[in-house]
C-alpha cells in the first residue's frame, strides 16, 4: 500500500461523499487527526479498519490498498446501475454499465431517477437488524409501485411488488446507501439513506 496514493484516494472519496474529516472520523471511531495522516500520506488505514472503510467511502478494498481506480470500476460501478422496466410484460432489468436491452422485442431505455420530495418518501423503521419499508400508496392497477430497492456500491437488493397489495417490505438493514421505488404513475424515485452511527 502506497500511503501517499492511497491518501489522495480516499480524500477524493470522502470529498465526493461530502464529508468532513471529523465526519468520517465519527463513523470509523478514529479521531479527524488519524484521517488526515492518512490524506497526507503520513500514514496507512490499519488493516482492520479496511472494510469499514471501504464500506463508507463506497470502494472495494482492493481498490484502497492500490491507491487507484480501475477502468472496470468506473466503468462497471454498482451505484451507477441502471434500471428498465418493460411496458408490456413488467420485467425489471439492471446493467451496471451501458448495454443495449431488449424485452417483448421492444428497446428499453433505462429509467432516469428523480429525487424524491418528502412527501412521496417511502416509510423506513429499523426493527431486529431489519428495515420495514411502508408506505400509504394506494396500489391500483392504474398506479402502483412496481418494486423497491436498495443500492450499495457493491450490491442490489430488490423486492418486487404488484398491484393492489399492501406495500410492506423486510431488507437487510444497511446504514449507507440509496432506497430506490419505481411508480408506474410517478418513475423511478431515490431517496439517499445515511445514518450515521
Not at 491518501?7 to 479527524?32: C, K, N, P, S, Y
Not at 487507484?68 to 410484460?89: A, H, I, S, W
Amino acid at each position: 500500500m502506497d500511503p501517499i496514493k492511497t491518501g489522495q484516494l480516499i480524500r477524493q472519496f470522502r470529498m465526493q461523499l461530502g464529508l468532513t474529516q471529523r465526519e468520517l472520523a465519527e463513523m470509523l471511531h478514529v479521531t479527524d487527526k488519524t484521517v488526515s495522516k492518512w490524506e497526507t500520506g503520513g500514514g496507512c488505514p490499519d488493516i482492520s479498519l479496511l472494510r469499514e472503510l471501504s464500506g463508507v467511502l463506497g470502494v472495494s478494498m482492493e481498490t484502497l490498498l492500490r491507491g487507484e481506480r480501475t477502468e472496470q470500476e468506473d466503468t462497471g460501478n454498482m451505484k451507477k446501475l441502471r434500471f428498465y422496466v418493460c411496458p408490456d410484460c413488467g420485467n425489471i432489468l439492471t446493467s451496471s454499465a451501458d448495454a443495449q436491452v431488449h424485452c417483448c422485442g421492444k428497446h428499453l431505455t433505462p429509467l432516469t431517477p428523480k429525487k424524491a420530495e418528502e412527501a412521496d418518501f417511502l416509510r423506513m423503521e429499523a426493527a431486529d437488524g431489519e428495515w420495514y419499508i411502508t408506505s400509504d400508496h394506494a396500489m391500483t392497477k392504474e398506479d402502483y409501485i412496481a418494486f423497491v430497492a436498495f443500492l450499495t456500491d457493491s450490491q442490489l437488493i430488490l423486492s418486487r411488488q404488484y398491484p393492489e397489495w399492501s406495500l410492506q417490505v423486510r431488507m437487510p438493514y444497511i446504514a449507507r446507501g440509496r432506497l430506490l421505488w419505481y411508480s408506474t404513475g410517478q418513475g423511478l424515485l431515490y431517496r439517499e439513506i445515511f445514518i450515521k452511527r
